[in-house]
């Protein structure tokens, strides 16, 4: 069931226990997406890897969800790219510049809203194992991802129990 794989204080403490606290680091992928370069030199700093080693093209997005004007021209386009996926590994510029052209010319935005009812069933699941998971974090020192530090409303509703 693939909400087990979400509840990450189930894998914590074993990474703790083999790898040691020292080696492992949490990255929250929030930050990553919204300050990708600052993370990576971060994270590659603490790897003892030399950040300017990485490519210009390190931080594009290789996989990003997108919509498409034209139906026709999608199916060409994956067809095309099953095709020629061994030459565009090959060279990743030239895939990079044909995949930024045919976002400009058949590229939509989307935005895949969570339905509100969806969304507080998987807050309900996730409630114990994240507060295991911030508890863990907590006791090693680690800051919490966003998207498990309280609220100002959570932490307000709760200073009274």
Not at 84 to 103: C, G, S
Not at 107 to 122: C, K, M, N, Q, Y
Request: proline fraction near 6%.
């Amino acid at each position: 069931m693939a909400f087990r794989g979400g509840c990450y204080a189930d894998y914590l403490l074993a990474w703790f226990d083999v790898l040691g606290r020292d080696h492992v680091r949490v990255i929250d992928f929030e930050r990553l997406v919204s300050d990708a370069a600052t993370t990576l030199t971060e994270t590659a700093e603490w790897l003892g890897i030399d950040p300017t080693r990485f490519p210009a093209g390190a931080l594009s997005s290789e996989n990003r969800t997108t919509g498409f004007r034209n139906e026709g021209l999608q199916r060409a386009a994956l067809a095309g790219n099953d095709r020629f996926e061994r030459v565009l590994r090959r060279h990743p510029e030239l895939k990079r510049k044909l995949r930024a052209f045919y976002y400009r010319v058949n590229g939509r935005p989307t935005e895949e809203r969570i339905p509100d009812a969806v969304r507080a069933e998987l807050a309900a699941r996730y409630e114990e194992p994240n507060a295991r998971l911030a508890q863990q974090l907590d006791d090693a020192g680690m800051p919490l991802p966003t998207w498990l530090s309280p609220s100002p409303e959570r932490s307000a509703a709760t200073d009274g129990q």
